[in-house]
């Protein structure tokens, strides 16, 4: 194998000596650990690593790796994924006419502080054109009607495919995805939601939020499900505010936040640091990448 960095996440009942099968197994292969995270939830009575490896000194192939480690995975009821450092994840952006979501994902990326590629955005409008040109990345218009719905999400998922996507982010695409189309990408598409979920579900969040006297607003990144905003949580933050703000001035703040909460969602899903359990998501934190 290639000298560059692996990564596994590991999830399996909780039991005695998981740390000393995991490592001896990785050590025994020839592979250095670059970290070990590990969580316990023992309402669930579920374990949980992260694991960082250096294969420079493993004389192993990628097929044969996996295929012992299914071994013991299965001995132990394991659900587990590898992913390669080498391999650089494609993500699609679907937007609709809000901008700066794209802008930020496009700025950070631009400064390799979001490491992937991204390879198009999609949008139901053509007003962010400008923006994917400035950048240099290809921009799809693809108008959508309610009777169009269905041809419209195929025509996606045909540019998904052919780009070979990996990651589909949702910087304020404002249209609700079928139940097909999720479940055609589960736990790769992320979305952004204008409020701290679950308040304020649905439109007009900051109009609401003016309404009700609230003192904090914030903003949640979940990867989208089938249940509309209720899947697994990745990333939230909170501002606090005063009875002084109107709903145009927190519609501003909540976009600063929807711009840190969404490039840290992306970045932990990119960065393989996100196991997801039920509708929880388990979320590690940077270890020295």
């Known amino acids: 194998m290639q000298s560059q960095i692996v990564t596994f996440l590991i999830k399996c009942p909780d039991q005695k000596g998981l ?11 020839g592979f250095n650990i670059v970290s070990c995270q590990q ?16 294969a420079e000194d493993a004389n192993i192939s990628k097929k ?28 699609a952006i679907m937007v609709s006419h809000t901008s700066h979501c794209l802008y930020d994902l ?11 590629n991204i390879s198009l955005i999609i949008s139901n409008h053509n007003k962010l054109k400008p923006i994917a040109d400035m ?13 169009t719905k269905k041809e419209q999400e195929g025509q996606v998922k045909d540019l998904l495919t052919k780009h070979n996507v990996d990651l589909i982010v949702m910087a304020r695409y404002m249209q609700i995805l079928s139940e097909d189309f999720i479940n055609t990408y589960p736990q790769k598409i992320i979305n952004i939601h204008h409020s701290f979920l679950p308040a304020f579900q649905g439109a007009n969040p900051y109009q609401r939020a003016y309404e009700r006297g609230v003192k904090l607003i914030g903003a949640t990144a979940h990867y989208a ?19 002084e703000s109107t709903p145009k001035t927190l519609k501003g703040i909540g976009a600063d936040i929807e711009r840190l ?13 996100i196991i997801v359990s039920d509708n929880r998501a388990i979320v590690f934190p940077e270890s020295g990448e």
Request: one cysteine or more; glycine letters at 2%.
């Open 106 to 116: 496009l700025e950070r990326h631009k400064e390799g502080k979001i490491d992937c």
């Open 64 to 91: 044969d790796l996996e295929n012992k480690f299914l071994v013991l995975a299965n001995e132990l009821n394991c659900t587990w994924s590898v992913h390669y450092e080498k391999e650089k994840q494609n993500v």
């Open 19 to 29: 740390v000393a099968k995991f490592t001896s197994f990785f050590y025994e292969e």
């Open 39 to 54: 969580y316990v939830n023992a309402i669930a009575d579920r374990y949980y690593m992260r694991i960082r490896l250096d």
């Open 261 to 273: 909460v969404l490039a840290r969602a992306v970045k932990s899903h990119l960065q393989h640091q």
């Open 135 to 147: 950048f240099g990345v290809p921009y799809y218009h693809l108008p959508i009607t309610k009777e």
């Open 225 to 243: 499900t089938v249940d509309l905003d209720e899947g697994p949580i990745i990333e939230q933050d909170v501002e606090r505010i005063t009875h």
